[in-house]
């Protein structure tokens, strides 16, 4: 199986590619406050993308497909922070439908739907 970032791993090379002295003073006053927004919004994607792990292995789905799988709920989370109610649950029909036809099973694709979704 391959290596998978945890979220201070994503912070530590955030943190380690944005120095003040190569991005200039501006920026090294506000690095603080620009880490904990990265955190804070790769926190969510990577929340999520670590309970449609478990849903994947649960449902004993071979690593070699979860990437399908991942991208779905990753889609599905984007429109998420943006759309709410009626619009967000038709959106998400439609990527199933979208995600069906690529392959996907679509009571998996259901599962990580209402975990996004609700």
Partial sequence: MPLVK?????VQKFTAKTPADVTGTRY???KDLAVNRYI???GIFYAVRERVRDILEREGVPATVH???YAFALQL?????????PELEKIAEGLKLRFV??????????????LIVG
Avoid: C, F, M, Q
């Fill in 77 to 85: 989370t984007r429109y998420a922070l943006s759309h709410y109610g």
């Fill in 40 to 42: 804070e919004g790769a």
């Fill in 67 to 69: 990437g399908i799988y």
């Fill in 101 to 114: 036809g690529k392959g996907a099973d679509p009571a998996i694709l259901d599962k990580i739907a209402n």
């Fill in 28 to 30: 090294g006053a506000v």
């Fill in 6 to 10: 945890t979220l201070s791993d994503r």
